[in-house]
């Protein structure tokens, strides 16, 4: 009991055992590590960022569930028929703490906070393979749903902002000729995300050769797609294929429409340079 103490569990555990009634004693082991566990995350306060409670849970759960297979293998060294009720209990309680981690992710709409927080968790179930416990596959397995509708939505949020920019596009160069600070930032920006010839689109002492829209969406295409890589396993493939590829299609459409409209004649040789760019 969380009122005797670890000394004490051990203590009936132990007595349990002597008395040849091993099938009892995991099942008190068990039942009092279940209450350990519950009570060590009861103790922690939903404060902070989204990353730093789940950072917090994960820690204080795969400590606890660390904790539980090292008591149980000294008690149990003995009793290894008692391993398998061990190892279904463990299971059970990951189903519980996945449950309450997608939970808490529930409502994030950063899908870079999504992937802050798997990768945080998944360092913490590292604790266990030391122990002989390896559940990163099943820890993926219980998440997957979480993740595809994160991944899913994340890409919907995204389109929608394109389309929002898109409906404010007058397909024109961008014009940083007044400001050489902004120029500089969004040079490094590009850089970043992997366009190194950016400054070469540069003229006319600061203009630059994409539309407001292209830029845009080269920054959320590049996001999006390096969040969904720290989330990637391979029963996310097909998720990532089509997620990536209707928002590339988004700007497809967003394209198409633009060289229908008949105010856009003549921006038509800048709007296809644009397409070039994103196929690029």
Not at 48 to 77: C, H, I, N, P
Not at 258 to 274: S, V, W
């Amino acid at each position: 009991s969380l009122r005797g103490g670890p000394r004490a569990d051990r203590k009936a555990v132990g007595l349990l055992l002597r008395l040849g009634r091993a099938a009892q004693a995991c099942n008190l082991f068990l039942k009092n590590r279940s209450k350990v566990m519950v009570h060590s995350q009861q103790q922690l306060k939903v404060e902070g960022s989204v990353v730093l409670y789940v950072t917090k849970l994960a820690s204080v759960f795969f400590d606890g569930l660390l904790e539980s297979v090292q008591e149980f293998q000294r008690a149990f060294a003995e009793n290894p028929e008692s391993s398998s009720a061990f190892v279904v209990w463990a299971d059970e309680q990951l189903r519980a703490f996945v449950d309450q981690f997608t939970r808490q992710l529930a409502n994030c709409k950063n899908l870079g906070i999504v992937a802050d927080c798997v990768e945080a968790a998944l360092k913490e179930c590292k604790k266990l393979c030391n122990a002989g416990l390896d559940f990163k596959y099943v820890m993926h397995k219980l998440m997957l749903d979480s993740l595809v509708e994160s991944i899913n939505e994340s890409r919907d949020r995204l389109i929608e902002a394109c389309r929002l920019k898109a409906a404010e596009e007058t397909w024109k160069p961008l014009d940083f000729r007044t400001d050489d600070k902004q120029l500089s930032t969004l040079t490094l920006e590009m850089r970043n995300i992997g366009i190194d010839d950016f400054s070469n689109l540069v003229f006319d002492g600061g203009k630059v050769d994409l539309s407001r829209t292209t830029i845009s969406f080269c920054k959320v295409a590049h996001s999006f797609v390096r969040d969904v890589l720290r989330l990637y396993i391979p029963e996310l493939y097909g998720v990532f294929i089509e997620s990536t590829s209707g928002l590339f299609q988004e700007q497809i459409i967003i394209i198409q429409d633009a060289m229908g409209e008949d105010q856009y004649l003549q921006e038509h040789p800048f709007i296809l340079k644009n397409a070039d760019r994103k196929s690029g």
